[in-house]
């Protein structure tokens, strides 16, 4: 369990943050951007989760816990991506159970006509809101994969999440004001 007495610790001041193993990056390291962006979508969901209750409610809760496993897993540089009790790493039953949150969304929606609009309602924008901050954080760290080791299960979590926050707009939508669709040229 993580304890935090005080909050401030004045290391950061020299424009550096402390990764997992000890070492140092500039705070603007193609790493801390991926965490940085994988933080900002743990707060969008947050906001999301403000606006619906239930089982989605507690879904965007476990999906705000993996994120910040995500975000250690990302704060342990190396390429030796399996988990132990000293490393946390996001692993296939993550990612799987993603994909089964998928179908299970999906499965009564009615296949797409158009490309849709964010919108409908308050908790769909707000979902879909987090769903473009969840595709930056996977571009962040698809970016920093270009240059040194990534979790493979990390970049397939965030792929599956984006996939998972469209389809329960979707299914939000469904519930009552409908997905906004798009009508190309509409204002020519």
């Known amino acids: 369990m993580v304890k935090l007495n005080k ?8 424009g550096t ?3 997992v193993d000890g070492s140092r990056r500039a705070k603007h390291d193609p790493r801390m951007a991926a965490i ?4 900002e979508l743990n707060s969008a969901l947050g906001l999301a989760a403000l606006a619906v209750d239930g089982a989605t409610l507690a879904d965007l809760r476990r999906i705000q816990n993996d994120l910040f496993d995500l975000g250690a897993d990302l704060a342990t540089p190396g390429d030796d991506f399996a988990p132990s009790d000293m ?7 993550q990612v799987a159970w993603l994909e089964r949150a998928i179908d299970a969304a999906n499965a009564p929606l009615a296949p ?8 409908g309602s308050e908790a769909a924008a707000r979902v879909h809101l987090a769903r473009a901050v969840a595709r930056r954080a996977e571009r962040a760290t698809t970016a920093l ?4 080791p990534v979790n493979p299960q990390g970049l397939a979590y965030l792929n599956r999440l984006s996939d998972y926050l469209f389809v329960l707009a ?7 004001e ?6 190309p040229g509409a204002n020519r």
């Open 87 to 93: 490393v946390l790493r996001i692993v296939s039953p």
């Open 7 to 14: 909050i401030y610790t004045r290391t950061g001041d020299d």
């Open 112 to 119: 797409l006509t158009s490309f849709i609009l964010p919108g």
């Open 145 to 148: 994969a270009d240059s040194e």
């Open 17 to 19: 943050t402390g990764l």
């Open 170 to 176: 979707r299914a939000i939508n469904a519930r009552g």
């Open 36 to 39: 940085g962006d994988v933080d």
């Open 178 to 183: 409908g997905d906004v669709q798009w009508v």
